[in-house]
C-alpha cells in the first residue's frame, strides 16, 4: 500500500468519527484514562491498528534512549492521537504533540480534547514536514 496524503486525511477522518461516537456515549468531564481507552477499542473495532502509550525513544547526540515520552495512541503507525481531559488547549499541548511528530518522524497528529462541547471544535490537526512528502492521490 502506497501512503498518501488522502490517506492520511481519510485515517485522520475515521479517528475524529470514533472520538465523537466515544464522545457522545461518554459526554465530558471523564479522566483522559478512560477517555483513551474507550477510544482505543472504537478504532480495534473499526479495523485499525491501534498502539496505546507508545515509547517515544530520544536520539541526542547519536545515542538513542527512552525517556519516559508515551504517545497516548499510534493509529496504523501513521498519526499520533494526544488526548487531553482539560478546560482548553493550551500552547503546550500543541508544542507536546508537534515535538511527539519529530521525534517519530510521523506525518499528522491529532490533538483531542474531550472535556469539551464539541469534539470538532477543540480539535487540533497538525501535519509535518512528513506529510509535505507525502504524494497528494
Do not use: W
Not at 34 to 44: F, G, I, N, S, T
Not at 68 to 88: H, M, P, Q, Y
Amino acid at each position: 500500500m502506497i501512503i498518501t496524503k488522502k490517506y492520511v486525511n481519510d485515517l485522520s477522518y475515521k479517528i475524529v468519527g470514533a472520538a465523537i461516537e466515544v464522545h457522545n456515549s461518554l459526554g465530558p468531564g471523564l479522566l483522559e484514562s478512560v477517555y483513551e481507552k474507550c477510544l482505543a477499542q472504537e478504532l480495534l473495532l473499526q479495523g485499525l491498528k491501534v498502539e496505546k502509550q507508545a515509547i517515544i525513544p530520544i536520539e541526542y547526540k547519536g545515542i538513542t534512549f527512552e525517556a519516559e515520552l508515551r504517545a497516548d495512541l499510534i493509529v496504523n503507525n501513521l498519526i499520533v492521537v494526544e488526548l487531553k481531559a482539560v478546560d482548553s488547549i493550551l500552547p503546550i499541548h500543541k508544542a507536546q504533540l508537534i515535538t511527539y511528530l519529530k521525534l517519530l518522524k510521523l506525518p499528522k497528529g491529532l490533538l483531542i480534547n474531550f472535556n469539551s462541547i464539541s469534539i470538532t471544535e477543540s480539535l487540533v490537526p497538525l501535519v509535518t514536514e512528513e506529510f509535505s512528502k507525502l504524494k497528494d492521490i
